[in-house]
Nanobody, 129 residues
Framework: EMQLVESGGGLVQAGGSLRLSCAASGFNFDRYTIGWFRQAPGKEREAISCISSDGSSYYSDSVKGRFIISSNNAERTVYLQMNSLKPEDTAVYYC???????????????????????WGQGIMVTVSS
């Protein structure tokens, strides 16, 4: 069974940092692009970053310069280091994966939603002002 499990969310003050983890199982990690997404109440799901097995990574304008995505292929885990957090970063954060890297990249860069092959259950991040 293809599975993604997020961890590391919680409550943080504005200006603080959090690191999210996304642990993958049940699929060939090296052949998938994994992305981080978030959804605030009443808003559409937003793709904020993705990373492919060759290490190439992309960011949305909303998090560029503040968030860093990384991958540990041996641990089959993708991380999202979130710095300089703002109250508007408050959302449920999801990781998602697809074997078509272009789908994930287009969502991150251009906002083109896609039906990804696998999703995590989501984890809450709350940034207080």
């Amino acid at each position: 069974e293809m599975q993604l499990v997020e961890s590391g969310g919680g409550l943080v003050q504005a200006g603080g940092s959090l690191r999210l983890s996304c642990a993958a199982s049940g699929f060939n990690f090296d052949r998938y692009t994994i992305g981080w997404f978030r959804q605030a109440p009443g808003k559409e799901r937003e793709a904020i970053s993705c990373i492919s097995s060759d290490g190439s990574s992309y960011y949305s304008d909303s998090v560029k310069g503040r968030f860093i995505i990384s991958s540990n292929n041996a641990e089959r885990t993708v991380y999202l280091q979130m710095n300089s957090l703002k109250p508007e970063d408050t959302a449920v954060y999801y990781c998602g994966a697809d074997s078509l890297r272009s789908q994930v990249r287009r969502w991150v860069l251009f906002g083109h939603h896609a039906d990804l092959e696998v999703w995590g259950q989501g984890i809450m991040v709350t940034v207080s002002s």
